[in-house]
């Protein structure tokens, strides 16, 4: 059975850090691309983040860039984003996706898996 389990989201106040993990089973993580999404209330699904199979390549979306860090660790079928300088407008679910061939995808529709996802909420 495919899996993407997302963790390590929670309360953190701003300013503070956040490593959030995704771990993956049932297919051959090496061979996907990995995406980072996040969707607060009343918003679209935002793309944050996305690394190639490889972990060579990566993607920022311009409200985390500098922020945030993408990396995945293939021998551990598991990818990691981790947040520094939190603000209370990344207060989202936090989704990881997966998306076959070795470059990843600014567009949700185009990834195949995707978690449950996880909260994160940035409030003092």
């Known amino acids: 059975q495919v899996q993407l389990v997302e963790s390590g989201g929670g309360l953190v106040q701003p300013g503070g850090s956040l490593r959030l993990s995704c771990a993956a089973s049932?297919?051959?993580?090496?061979?996907?691309?990995i995406g980072w999404f996040r969707q607060a209330p009343g918003k679209q699904r935002e793309g944050v983040s996305y690394?190639?199979?490889?972990?060579?390549?990566?993607y920022y979306a311009d409200s985390v860039k500098g922020r945030f860090t993408i990396s995945r660790d293939n021998a551990k079928n598991t990818a990691y984003l981790q947040m520094h300088s939190l603000k209370p407008e990344d207060t989202a679910v936090y989704y990881c996706?997966?998306?076959?061939?070795?470059?990843?995808?600014?567009?949700?529709?185009?990834?195949?898996?995707w978690g449950q996802g996880t909260q994160v909420t940035v409030s003092s």
């Open positions: 690394i190639s199979t490889s972990g060579t390549s990566t």
């Open positions: 049932g297919f051959g993580f090496d061979y996907y691309a």
């Open positions: 996706a997966a998306a076959v061939g070795p470059q990843g995808h600014q567009e949700a529709y185009r990834y195949d898996y």
